[in-house]
Each structure stands twice: as C-alpha cells, then as structure tokens.
Nanobody, 115 residues
Framework: QVQLVESGGGVVQPGGSLRLSCAAS????????MGWYRQAPGKQRELVAT???????NYAESVKGRFTISRDNAKKTVSLQMNSLKLEDTAVYYC?????????WGQGTQVTVSS
C-alpha cells in the first residue's frame, strides 16, 4: 500500500509560480512511475505530468513549457514546479502512484489562480 501526501498549493496571481510536493510512504518508490493529475470544478480529472522510474517525463499539452515534474528517490518525493500560471490552471491537484492494477491517490491540494 502507498500513502501520498501533497503540499504546496495556494492562491497565486496569473503569471505566478507554485511548487507542489508529494511525499510517498509505504512501498518502494524508485522503481515506479509517479504522476500529477488535476480536477477543476465540473470537469473530469486529467493528467498533468508523469515521470518514469528512469526520469522520463510526459506532459499534457496545456502545461508543456510551463510545468516541470521531478523526483527525489532518496526522499521518496515527486514535485511539480508550475510557472506562468493561468486562470485555467485552477484545480485540485492530485499525486498519483500507479502500482500494477491499483492507482493510489493523495488527498489533493488546491491551486487557485486569481487576479
């Protein structure tokens, strides 16, 4: 079983930056992919970014060039650096740990982009 705890959300103006972190515990970390998803009000949860065990990254088109996902295997953390934030980035952001047939999720952290 995997426990995920996100932190770093908040309120920021358009064009600003935030850094989200996700701390994982309860299972091996370094050999597995990790990801960030988000869900805006009234919308389905969507992929933001993933990072493989080898460090390969994948991003949603809407965040490419603005967001960067990274991981620290020694600390069992995955981070999402978000720059040039837009109003449409407002959502609850969730850390994701796929482990075979089971998807583990954190509780989510709110990111609000508002002028």
């Amino acid at each position: 079983q995997v426990q995920l705890v996100e932190s770093g959300g908040g309120v920021v103006q358009p064009g600003g930056s935030l850094r989200l972190s996700c701390a994982a515990s309860g299972s091996p970390f370094s050999g597995y992919s990790m990801g960030w998803y988000r869900q805006a009000p009234g919308k389905q949860r969507e992929l933001v970014a993933t990072i493989s065990s080898s460090g390969s990254t994948n991003y949603a088109e809407s965040v490419k060039g603005r967001f960067t996902i990274s991981r620290d295997n020694a600390k069992k953390t995955v981070s999402l650096q978000m720059n040039s934030l837009k109003l449409e980035d407002t959502a609850v952001y969730y850390c994701n740990a796929p482990r075979g047939p089971i998807n583990y999720w954190g509780q989510g952290t709110q990111v609000t982009v508002s002028s």
